[in-house]
Every structure is written in C-alpha cells, then in structure tokens.
C-alpha cells in the first residue's frame, strides 16, 4: 500500500506518551531506590520489559496507520506503476499475513499462561497478564492494515 499523507495516529502516539512516561518514572525511581539504598526494586525490570514490549507493538501500530513503515524502496521505486502497485500488494498481504499469524499464535501463548496458571517471576501475578497484549495489538495492526486497504479502494 502507498503510504499518503494523512493524520497522525493520535491514539496511538498518546499512549505510546504514556508507557514511556511510566517506563521513564519506573526505571528512574529504580536508579534513585538503588542509588540511595543498593536496594533495587524487584518488579521494576519485569513491568519494564512489559512496557518496552507494548510500547513497541504501539510504535507499530502508529507506523502502518500512518504510512510510516519500514520499506525498502529503492528497487520499487524503479518499477512502472503497475509493478509498485503489484508490490505494494504484496506487501500489504505479508503484513496481514505475518500478523495475522503473530495474533493467533499469541493468543495461543497467553491461553496456555492462563491455563496453566503461570505467574511472573518478580510481582506473582498471572503471567497472561503480561502475554494477551501480544495478540490483542498484533489483531490492532491487522484492523489497521485492513482499514488502510478499504480507505485507498475508496480514494481509487
């Protein structure tokens, strides 16, 4: 899919404001606790990497909705418009693809986390807490693939 100016994703960039702003006042109390203490709190790298991981998936999010994803364009720029269109297709099928199969197979994970009763190794709390944001901002970015492909049928 051609990327075309629109607006930014504005949910997407507010909550990605506010997972790094918890990510900066947990690690920064962290460095304080340590510094003032040697006592390091022991849930800061747990949430950290759970922050990191949603701020990631929510980078990704705000990337596809906004046409900012990374491609490589040198040879597909060289191509008639009917081969950038073909490649852009198919581009926009793996992406679905890849997602689509990253949703199910998280969904997966966070099921057997919660059947299971798995629970984190710091804070003991269910670890499916953690894993089913995984599949839920895999399926945002599908939703948001698939959107993309309905606004462009409607401007062609």
């Not at 629109?6 to 702003?21: H, N, T």
């Not at 390091?40 to 990631?56: C, Q, R």
């Amino acid at each position: 899919m051609e990327p075309t100016k629109k607006q930014p994703a504005r949910i997407e960039r507010a909550l990605a404001a506010l997972v790094m702003a918890a990510l900066t006042l947990i690690t920064g109390a962290n460095v304080v606790m340590r510094y003032c203490t040697n006592v390091s709190f022991a849930m800061t790298e747990e949430v950290s990497v759970f922050l990191l991981m949603v701020l990631t998936l929510v980078g990704a999010v705000s990337a596809f909705a906004e046409g900012r994803h990374v491609r490589i364009t040198l040879f597909v720029n060289s191509l008639p418009d009917t081969g950038r269109k073909v490649c852009n297709a198919l581009a926009w099928m793996c992406n679905v693809a890849m997602f689509g199969m990253l949703t199910w197979l998280a969904a997966l994970v966070a099921w057997d986390d919660y059947s299971f009763e798995v629970t984190s190794p710091a804070l003991g709390v269910p670890q499916w807490w953690y894993s089913g944001w995984l599949p839920l901002a895999a399926a945002v970015i599908v939703l948001r693939l698939v959107l993309m492909l309905f606004q462009r049928r409607g401007k062609a």
